[in-house]
């Protein structure tokens, strides 16, 4: 396989301080990109520096910074309880961030673009495992449509750019994400975060109970945010949708988005009893079934990224118990500002 990636590349990762984002910048330079020694760069931005829901700050910077491989990792996201209280939100800001990276990318002369949606994008009772085919096969989940509907945008904007102007933009769907750089927010974080942040705390406060969302009966597939770093630059390097060994959809027409993830799938109920076991809490678990459950399954087919080359590497468990432990030695060390990830854990 070609290598589409130097050395020298400047790349531009959108959502550098968020859980992906963070990870990204990670494996990039531990595989030597944005390495002076070799001319390469990282553009990074906060929101005070930039504002990517406006088209001309987004256009300004593009023009003059003229990165060459592009990520776009930064995206307004949350669980069911957000998804519900915010839906305007969630389709209108990622739409605009979307549309002004993409198009800014392509006018400034980018070389790639990766994009970065979401496995909410397929319908809410798909055929299993997920093939990408699904996409818009059937109705959504009503919890999180105004997301998903963004995301199917983002997706759409990259491969009608591609196919109409020969753009280079390529997409990721990610399965469920956790690990370090996680939102722990009480209203915005989701299920596996959620679920870490109520058992840590409930063992801390000597809690004898902790009530959880809906009947735990919800299948889900976890992918630690480190293994989809990995799958982002492979495909950077590895992946280009018109090669002739790249993967095809059923029909043999070309395919411009792969799904990723891990190929372990765990209820909820399941991910919530290991939780507290890892955690050493002892108490009731309470199942709030008057609170939603949102699809009940959505494992993801991942064997197009596997012809690739691509495979995770961290057992979910293995990934849990490391990440509880981060969190619970910072806790007991009261150096908790020093973590990035745990800005809104209280």
């Known amino acids: 396989m070609l290598n589409y990636l130097e050395k020298n590349e400047s790349f531009y990762v959108a959502g550098h301080n968020g859980m992906v984002g963070q ?12 390495n002076d020694k070799y001319g390469g760069k990282i553009f990074l931005n906060t929101r005070k520096d930039l504002d990517l829901t406006s088209y001309q ?3 300004s910077w593009f023009k003059a910074k003229k990165p060459s491989i592009v990520i776009i990792a930064a995206a307004k996201v949350g669980g069911i309880y957000a998804n519900n209280k915010y839906p305007y939100e969630f389709i209108s800001e990622n ?6 990276i993409i198009e800014a990318a392509w006018l400034s002369g980018a070389k790639r673009l990766l994009f970065l949606g979401s496995s909410c994008i397929y319908p809410k009772f798909p055929n299993l495992p997920i093939k990408e085919e699904e996409l818009l096969g059937s109705h959504l989940e009503k919890t999180n449509e105004p997301y998903a509907i963004a995301k199917i945008a983002g997706l759409k904007l990259c491969e009608t750019i591609r196919t109409q102007y020969g753009f280079d933009a390529i997409s ?5 994400l956790y690990g370090p750089g996680d939102n722990y927010h009480t209203e915005n974080s989701h299920v596996l975060a959620a679920l870490l942040k109520k ?8 809690s004898n109970f902790v009530t959880c969302w809906g009947s735990g009966k919800p299948l889900r597939e976890f992918l630690h945010v480190d293994d989809f770093a990995s799958a982002c630059i492979h495909v950077l390097e590895k992946w280009n949708p018109d090669d002739n060994y790249a993967p095809k959809k059923n029909n043999n027409e070309k395919l411009y988005y792969l799904n990723v ?20 809490f002892e108490g009731k678990i309470i199942w709030d079934q008057s609170k939603p459950d949102g699809t009940y399954r959505k494992n993801l087919d991942i064997s197009r990224i596997h012809s690739l080359g691509w495979h995770s590497k961290i057992p979910l468990e293995k990934g849990i118990k490391k ?10 060390n009261d150096d908790i500002n020093n973590l990035e990830y745990l800005k809104n854990f209280f």
């Open 23 to 34: 990870a990204i910048v990670k494996s990039l330079l531990k595989k030597g990109y944005c």
């Open 57 to 59: 700050n987004v256009l």
């Open 95 to 100: 739409l605009k961030i979307q549309q002004n």
């Open 172 to 176: 990721l769907m990610p399965t469920n």
């Open 199 to 206: 058992f840590i705390l409930a063992k801390k406060n000597n």
């Open 261 to 280: 993830g891990s190929g372990e799938e765990i209820s909820i109920k399941e991910l919530a009893e290991k939780i507290a076991i890892f955690c050493q």
């Open 323 to 332: 990440l509880i432990k981060e969190i619970v030695n910072t806790l007991a």
